[in-house]
């Protein structure tokens, strides 16, 4: 710092208010950044909300949740999408090889 020649404070150099200055232009950009994929974010929520108000989603989702409550059937549906996941990666497999 530098002194100004009263009594008073004394002034700030040069290289710290520029290095002030730059901090906060990098601030500023990091948070114009994170503001836009704030939106971003928000509007695909929205949208996914939106969807999930629909009839078709809300018996699926009633479905699920029953199935889930039955101790028999949700393993049954377990080993299915195993079976169906291994398939589709031996099929895959074949076709790169």
Same mark, same amino acid.
Do not use: C, F
């Given at each position: 710092?530098?002194?100004?020649?009263?009594?008073?404070?004394?002034?700030?150099?040069?290289?710290?208010?520029?290095?002030?200055?730059?901090?906060?232009?990098? =601030?500023?950009?990091?948070?114009?950044? =994170?503001?836009?994929?704030?939106?971003?974010?928000?509007?695909?929520?929205?949208?996914?909300? =939106?969807?999930?108000?629909?009839?078709?989603?809300?018996?699926?989702?009633?479905?699920?949740?029953? &199935?889930?409550?039955?101790?028999?059937?949700?393993?049954?549906?377990?080993?299915? =999408?195993?079976? &169906?996941?291994?398939?589709?990666?031996?099929?895959?497999?074949?076709?790169?090889?």
């Amino acid at each position: 710092m530098q002194s100004n020649g009263e009594g008073a404070a004394p002034a700030p150099s040069r290289g710290y208010v520029a290095s002030l200055a730059s901090g906060l232009a990098e =601030t500023v950009a990091r948070e114009q950044r =994170t503001r836009q994929r704030l939106g971003e974010v928000e509007a695909e929520l929205e949208s996914l909300r =939106t969807r999930l108000r629909s009839p078709r989603h809300r018996i699926a989702d009633a479905l699920t949740n029953g &199935i889930q409550k039955i101790p028999v059937v949700w393993p049954a549906v377990a080993m299915a =999408t195993d079976a &169906i996941l291994r398939w589709q990666q031996r099929r895959a497999e074949r076709r790169r090889g």
